[in-house]
């Protein structure tokens, strides 16, 4: 699950948010290929866009980054750093640190991901870059009232045990087969590949639990609707037929409610977990997104041209 592509051209830098926070920036491809931002969900890291990474690399410049608290992004001292500010003011301070004046880029967010591209929704320095946009798998209100990772019928009482059950302080600690299978059941299609299953828990586990708890605590009371609506660039929606975590009502709702929709994909089978379940089909639909909405003077340079 490397995310760096053989032969790509590669490197990393810190990006500094207003409140300081120092975020791990990956850009991996040529200089002045069509952008792609990649932005990535609660519990994962820049690992989890690897098979992205390595597919659109080829032809353009795709920017990942580890949110506060994940990955090689340091972890905040206190819960008060985690906000839904926070990911509009760190995706902005990646956009500025690789993205040149006046240069667009296809924004792709997943799960948290998409919440920080609905939270950076009404600031300039997201719509100005923002050439178009992938909402994968996510939503912008009532996250734990609407899952289903509890088989439970909806009300009261599975919203307060969901909310325990995300927002647990316990440690995750290794990946067993026991942890796959929780994992399995919570978060991905029942018929995902053992490989891709592993691959997400050693990125789960791997997420800090200070991270993970801080990140719950927002998502309990998140309510992103009015980002939606401000959302006006061309917006696709992406979602797991199977998704426990952010049903497909979240995504419908999404579509409903966009400015400027492109269009809902429900991915038959798949679970919450769509770019590592389904990489062909969301590296397809990114970059579909980037021919169509990014205009560039690039040219490929093929082997041996």
């Known amino acids: 699950m490397s995310p760096r592509p053989a032969a790509v051209p590669y490197r990393e830098l810190a990006a500094v948010s207003a409140d300081g926070s120092r975020l791990h920036v990956e850009v ?3 200089e002045g290929a069509p952008a792609i931002v990649l932005s990535h969900g609660w519990t994962c890291s820049t690992r989890f ?8 690399a080829r032809d353009h410049r795709v920017i990942a980054y580890d949110q506060r608290g994940h990955g090689a992004s340091p972890v905040p001292a206190t819960y008060a ?5 926070a990911l509009a003011d760190d995706l902005e301070a ?7 004046p006046g240069e667009q880029a296809v924004f ?4 948290l991901g998409g919440m920080t591209l609905m939270a950076a929704a009404e600031r300039p320095g997201f719509r100005e870059r923002a050439a178009a946009v992938l909402l994968c798998s996510t939503g912008p209100a009532d996250l734990v009232a609407e899952a289903t990772v509890l088989p439970l019928r909806p009300g009261k009482a599975r919203t307060w045990l969901t909310a325990k059950v995300l927002g647990a302080r316990a440690p995750l600690g290794p990946v067993t087969g026991l942890s ?10 029942p018929g995902s590949a053992p490989d891709r299953v592993d691959a997400c828990a050693r990125i789960v586990h791997a997420c800090p639990r200070r991270t993970r708890i801080g990140w719950a605590k927002v998502l309990e009371t998140l309510d992103l609707r009015a980002g939606v609506r401000a959302l006006t660039m061309p917006t696709a929606v992406l979602v797991g037929a199977a ?6 009502a979240h995504a419908r709702a999404l579509a409903e409610a966009l400015p400027h929709p492109l269009g809902l994909t429900e991915l038959t089978g798949q679970g919450h977990m ?14 579909e997104l980037a021919a169509t909405y990014i205009t560039t003077g690039y040219t490929q340079v093929k082997e041996g041209a």
Not at 81 to 85: L, V
Request: proline share 7%; hydrophobic share 45%; charged share 20%.
């Open 180 to 189: 796959r299978k929780i994992l399995k059941y919570g978060t991905m299609g």
């Open 108 to 111: 792709a967010g997943h799960s």
């Open 49 to 56: 866009w690897a098979a992205q990474i390595a597919d659109l």
């Open 28 to 30: 991996h491809g040529a």
């Open 81 to 85: 750093a985690y906000s839904t500010r």
């Open 94 to 100: 990646v956009a500025a640190a690789t993205l040149a």
């Open 243 to 248: 998704d426990r975590l952010t049903p497909p």
């Open 274 to 287: 769509t770019p590592i379940e389904a990489p062909e089909a969301v590296t397809a639909r990114i970059r």
